[in-house]
C-alpha cells in the first residue's frame, strides 16, 4: 500500500526564490527515498536520492532533508527556474515487497 | 545515463479493440521492467512487475487478462491492452531496473504512451 504522501498538491514560486517540497512517509523502516520530475507529457525524471543513514544530501541546486524522528523529508530547488516548473513525486520502498510507492505529488508552477 | 523508450508515444484506438505498447532499455539490461498507469492530474501507480524469462507479478485489481505482459527479453517488455475500453484511457509509462536484485536500485523511466480508447 501507499507509505507516502504530499503536503500540499501545488506550489507558486517567483523566478529566483527557493522552492520547498514536502513529503511525509509512514513506514519507520523506510531506509531509501527518491524525488522525480514530471514535466507535463513525460516519464518521470531521477532528481535526487536519499538513504536513511543520511539527513541531507545535495545535489546541483537541489538538496534533500530527511527527518527520521517526523517521518518527513523536503526537497528544496535553490534559485527556481522556468524550466523548474513540473510534478514533483516523492517516492519510498513499499513496507511489504520494497517496490515504489509514490507520493500524490506537487505542482510547481514559477511566476516570472 | 540509462535510457528507456517506449513506442507508441500516443495512440489512439476503438472501443475493444487490443494495443500493444512496447517498452526498450537502449543501453542497458533491465532484469526488471515495471509498468504503471496514471490518470490525469494523479501519482503512479503500480500495475505489474515484468521479469525477464517469468511470468508477471500483477498489483490487486489490475486484471492480469486484460492486461497482458511479455518480457521476452533483456531489452523489451511490452504491454497489450486487450479488448480496450474508454476507462482504460490513460498514461502508461514503463521503468527498468538493471539487476533487480536489489530493490533500490535505480528505476529508468520511459518518457509514457497516452492511450486514448474512443
Known amino acids: 500500500g501507499e507509505s507516502v504522501g504530499l503536503h500540499l498538491p501545488t506550489l507558486s514560486v517567483q523566478e529566483g526564490d527557493n522552492s520547498i517540497i514536502n513529503c511525509a512517509y509512514s513506514n519507520s523502516a523506510s531506509d531509501y527515498f527518491i524525488w522525480y520530475k514530471q514535466e507535463s507529457g513525460k516519464g518521470p525524471q531521477f532528481i535526487i536520492d536519499?538513504?536513511?543513514?543520511?539527513d541531507k544530501r545535495q545535489g546541483q541546486r537541489v538538496t534533500v532533508l530527511l527527518n527520521k524522528t517526523v517521518k518527513h523529508l523536503s526537497l528544496q530547488i535553490a534559485a527556481t527556474q522556468p524550466g523548474d516548473s513540473a510534478v514533483y513525486f516523492c517516492?519510498?520502498?513499499?513496507?511489504?515487497?520494497?517496490?515504489?510507492?509514490f507520493g500524490a505529488g506537487t505542482t510547481v508552477t514559477v511566476r516570472a | 545515463g540509462a535510457v528507456v523508450s517506449q513506442h507508441p508515444s500516443r495512440v489512439i484506438c476503438k472501443s475493444g479493440t487490443s494495443v500493444k505498447i512496447e517498452c526498450r532499455s537502449l543501453?542497458?539490461?533491465?532484469?526488471?521492467m515495471f509498468w504503471y498507469r496514471q490518470f490525469p492530474k494523479q501519482s503512479l501507480m503500480l500495475m505489474a512487475t515484468?521479469?525477464?524469462?517469468?511470468?508477471?507479478?500483477?498489483e490487486q485489481g489490475v486484471e492480469k487478462d486484460k492486461f497482458l505482459i511479455n518480457h521476452a527479453s533483456l531489452t523489451l517488455s511490452t504491454l497489450t491492452v486487450t479488448s480496450a475500453h474508454p476507462e482504460d484511457s490513460s498514461f502508461y509509462i514503463c521503468s527498468g531496473q538493471r539487476t533487480g536484485i536489489v530493490a533500490t536500485d535505480t528505476q529508468y523511466f520511459g518518457p509514457g504512451t497516452r492511450l486514448t480508447v474512443l
Open positions: 536519499i538513504r536513511s543513514n543520511m
Open positions: 543501453d542497458f539490461q533491465a532484469t526488471t
Open positions: 517516492a519510498g520502498p513499499r513496507s511489504n515487497d520494497y517496490k515504489l510507492s
Open positions: 515484468s521479469n525477464e524469462g517469468s511470468k508477471a507479478t500483477y
